[in-house]
T-cell receptor
Framework: DAKTTQPPSMDCAEGRAANLPCNHS???????VYWYRQIHSQGPQYIIH???NNETNEMASLIITEDRKSSTLILPHATLRDTAVYYC??????????????FGQGTILTVHP | DAGVIQSPRHEVTEMGQEVTLRCKPI?????LFWYRQTMMRGLELLIY????????DSGMPEDRFSAKMPNASFSTLKIQPSEPRDSAVYFC??????????????FGPGTRLTVL
């Protein structure tokens, strides 16, 4: 399974876009990239996932580079409630680790007024 | 739907005692996951079930830990005997796993376990 690297922390001003990078240079062709976030004292919450195309939903956008070695989660207009730890995880849909997500240390995003 | 339900929300016990954590997944979900979260090790997958069958228990730390899923609506994680290093927040998650490509997991509120 691919390993991921994320910056330990980032700051963002309220109302501005938050761009959270994730490096997954060893990702294989059938591994998806999943993003979750964890607000203090709560369970993690699914945000978005993708394979090779950019994706957008009501929460965020996911930009995956053409070589798939990295991706960026974009929160277009960050609010104070977006302050959380953000995790990216590879997901192998067809391998022996079927069903298994791997959460690293994540990025602590702090949105300030 | 009420979401994933875990009980108890908080558990304080003494070393050597048996601890049982409970989870009720979202109705209709066919996969269930148990995670442990500590400051030192982050969020670790302990075991997961698909259609009530354990698929991967490689994350279970040792024989003191056991998990069961007797039916689609209930799972337990048992620690016997408990040790102070087991103190952590334990999360249960469920997923509809509708096709291999989809793995959105819905997490419960967690059980905060303290072993004295």
């Amino acid at each position: 399974d691919a390993k991921t690297t994320q910056p330990p922390s980032m700051d963002c001003a309220e109302g501005r876009a938050a761009n959270l990078p994730c490096n997954h240079s060893t990702i294989s062709g059938n591994e998806y990239v999943y993003w979750y976030r964890q607000i203090h004292s709560q369970g993690p919450q699914y945000i978005i996932h993708g394979l090779k195309n950019n994706e957008t939903n009501e929460m965020a956008s996911l930009i995956i580079t053409e070589d798939r070695k990295s991706s960026t989660l974009i929160l277009p207009h960050a609010t104070l409630r977006d302050t959380a730890v953000y995790y990216c995880s590879p997901y192998n849909a067809g391998g022996t680790s079927y069903g298994k997500l791997t959460f690293g240390q994540g990025t602590i995003l702090t949105v300030h007024p | 739907d009420a979401g994933v339900i875990q009980s108890p929300r908080h558990e304080v016990t003494e070393m050597g005692q048996e601890v049982t954590l409970r989870c009720k997944p979202i109705s209709g979900h066919n996969s269930l996951f148990w995670y442990r979260q500590t400051m030192m090790r982050g969020l670790e997958l302990l075991i997961y079930f698909n259609n009530n069958v354990p698929i991967d228990d490689s994350g279970m730390p040792e024989d003191r830990f056991s998990a069961k899923m007797p039916n689609a609506s209930f799972s337990t994680l048992k620690i016997q005997p408990s040790e102070p290093r087991d103190s952590a927040v334990y999360f249960c998650a469920s997923s509809p796993m509708s096709g291999l490509t989809y793995n959105e997991q819905f997490f419960g509120p967690g059980t905060r376990l303290t072993v004295l």
